[in-house]
């Protein structure tokens, strides 16, 4: 019951930051134009630079008290959250001092910016180191909420703060300040209330009141946090090489195209992101419990399940996505450019979202080094990949980089996760519960791309083939991969109804 209701409160969670990014930016592109827009992509791009200095905290702190409240210490728990509250804030310092100090220069050498005056780039490039310290113990509050089963609480904080955010900034956009400043101030300021809200809910949940500082006791994580770390900043370099070298390989109105079709993409993470927030904390409490019967139950289902749903969107972006793009930008010339972006992201997003599985299943098993070791090599894959793509071909180039990388995840961490953690999640789980839901999405939605093409129906008909595509994928996924029987045992688990013995995960 807490398994189900996790993940769809982190489900609703990413539904609603996708809509609200969605929904503004239409807005945002009116207001402040593309070369503004591009700014805030490049505040996303630094975010996740900066990222690299939580080595490793977050999730740590999430496998901690997990495990603590297995094996009753609580106590010690708690003492490592109020320990870390002290260094992140000390971090969120320098992150805002290192920022502002390097803004003009940013401003002046790295981003290409033609409309805006190098100043106002300098001023919003200062502004994002304010309201990155601002936003980083975020992800630390957020974590002990993880880890403390109460991912709920967390997910309801960040909609709301989220939701007030976005109608705040639209109003002082539309009525007030129209300046990339005052975007920057406004979210400052929200994400100071969210990091707030979030230590007052991750106190109370652990138990912190009271709880001694011990800095000593970061010795003891010591191991985990900093294979995580290495983990971070091969991560990071994995993920945003292709922005960096983009932005400072084009214009800054065609990375913000870039950006566009990355904030398309994002749409996949509706169900990646709260997966692994609601599947950590539970295999690592069934591993340090020895319930590999259940462990190996809920990854075989919950792969299929999952895989089923991720395949089915990726696909409808995949196939319909310049009908989609009209729809929603009302300008042909911005969707011919962005729909291959999408597509080719979207295969490769895809195929790395299924890999959240084996990369959960490692990290809960106390084995980051694996989780180290395979985002090296698709580093060192990525890396020249991406700058040889992206320097001949622009912004296509690094699509097509994502979906070569997806191809290469899925090989090497099944191979990987099966061979040094759990057998059965090697090849026999890619081909059960992996590939069976890849045939069973694709197939209807090349059948609806084809109907699309041959009828020659506008955007708003296409859209609604390719959506009832999606459906028949998730139809036909379920029936091929789930005796009936054993589907109504995961919609009994998923509803919080008893299960047979040897799976009951609550």
Known sequence: MRLARNMAAGMANSVVLVLINLIALPFYLRFLGMEAYGLIGFYATLQAVLQVLDLGLAPTVSREIAHGAETGQQRRSASLLRTLGVVYVGVAVAIAAIVASIAPW????????????????????????????????ISLYHGALVGAHRLARSAATSMTINILAAITTLSVLAWGVRSIQAFFVVQAGFGLLQAIVLRVLARRAVGERGAPYDFGDLKRVGHFSAWMGGVAIGGLLLTQVDKLVLSRTL?????????????????????????????????SALLARGDIVSLEYLYDAGTRLFATALFAIAFLLVFQVGALLDIWLRNPALSADVAPLVAWMAIGMSLSGIMYFPYTLQLAAGKPRLAFFTTLVLLLVMLPLVILLAVRFGARGGAWAWAILGVLHVLLGTWLTGRKVMAFAGWPWLTRNVVVPFMATLLPALLGAWICRTLAVGPWVAAGIGGLAALAGIGLGVAGTFAPREFRRVIDMALGRPTPAGHGLS
């Open 106 to 137: 940013i401003g002046a050498h790295w981003l290409q910016a033609k409309a805006l005056p190098e100043a106002t780039v300098a001023q919003a490039v200062a502004l994002m180191g304010v309201n990155l310290a601002c936003r980083w113990p």
């Open 251 to 283: 214009d800054l109105a065609t990375f913000g195209h870039y950006v566009l079709a990355t904030l398309v993409v994002s749409g996949l993470q509706v169900l990646t992101t709260p997966l692994f927030s609601a599947l950590f904390p539970k295999l």
